[in-house]
T-cell receptor, first 113, second 114 residues
Framework: AQSVTQLGSHVSVSEGALVLLRCNYS??????LFWYVQYPNQGLQLLLK??????LVKGINGFEAEFKKSETSFHLTKPSAHMSDAAEYFC???????????FGTGTRLKVLA | DTAVSQTPKYLVTQMGNDKSIKCEQN?????MYWYKQDSKKFLKIMFS???????INETVPNRFSPKSPDKAHLNLHINSLELGDSAVYFC?????????????FGNGTRLTVT
């Protein structure tokens, strides 16, 4: 069954440092992958989605993700963390041939001053 | 303009009561969803409707009953509330088109059962 796995439930980085949040997928067919961000007491907001047109996907707020088929990964990065990036981040996949979207367990990003 | 709106935002009730959560989307999407987010932030799909037809019904207790009067609205009714029902419930919608269409989420309803 298709799924996504997020390694690291908590990640801490210093302000200005590189952000790397990991997501691996399991899929035998091209996956439909997404990254979402959830700020406290809010709903989930789309950061970016994989479209198969390009392996490097740029999203909002300076985030980007690279699709690597050989590693079955879709890791999220940002060159320089900002305090406002502190939030919960979710990787998600839409199951092929269905309307079902499955979410990873989430990674809480903490940004240290 | 709010795209996906849920009411109420907070719901505090006692065990055994019956309560409803309402959701409306003005995006013109065909598919709507209910997700449950537990205290560890884990998101679990509960139900989905496509053009008023139930298409996803996960292993949810039958105390939970969704209803979609039209494709812009999806409500969730919960009977005989239990402590374990305490969670944040999110409504979401997506268009029927491309498979890489994302979900659009409401801001959630925080349900607390005492």
């Amino acid at each position: 069954a298709q799924s996504v796995t997020q390694l690291g439930s908590h990640v801490s980085v210093s302000e200005g440092a590189l952000v790397l949040l990991r997501c691996n997928y399991s899929s035998s067919v091209p996956p439909y992958l997404f990254w979402y961000v959830q700020y406290p007491n809010q709903g989930l907001q789309l950061l970016l989605k994989y479209t198969s047109a390009a392996t490097l996907v740029k999203g909002i707020n300076g985030f980007e993700a690279e699709f690597k088929k050989s590693e079955t990964s879709f890791h999220l990065t940002k060159p320089s963390a900002h305090m406002s990036d502190a939030a919960e981040y979710f990787c998600a996949v839409r199951i092929s041939g269905t309307y079902k979207y499955i979410f990873g367990t989430g990674t809480r990003l903490k940004v240290l001053a | 303009d709010t795209a996906v709106s849920q009411t109420p935002k907070y719901l505090v009730t006692q065990m055994g009561n019956d309560k409803s959560i309402k959701c409306e989307q003005n995006l013109g999407h065909d598919t709507m969803y209910w997700y449950k987010q537990d205290s560890k932030k884990f998101l679990k799909i509960m139900f989905s409707y496509n053009n008023k037809e139930l298409i996803i019904n996960e292993t949810v207790p039958n105390r939970f009953s969704p209803k979609s009067p039209d494709k812009a609205h999806l409500n969730l009714h919960i009977n005989s509330l239990e402590l374990g029902d305490s969670a944040v419930y999110f409504c979401a919608s997506s268009p029927q088109g491309a498979y890489n269409s994302p979900l659009h989420f409401g801001n959630g309803t925080r349900l607390t059962v005492t």
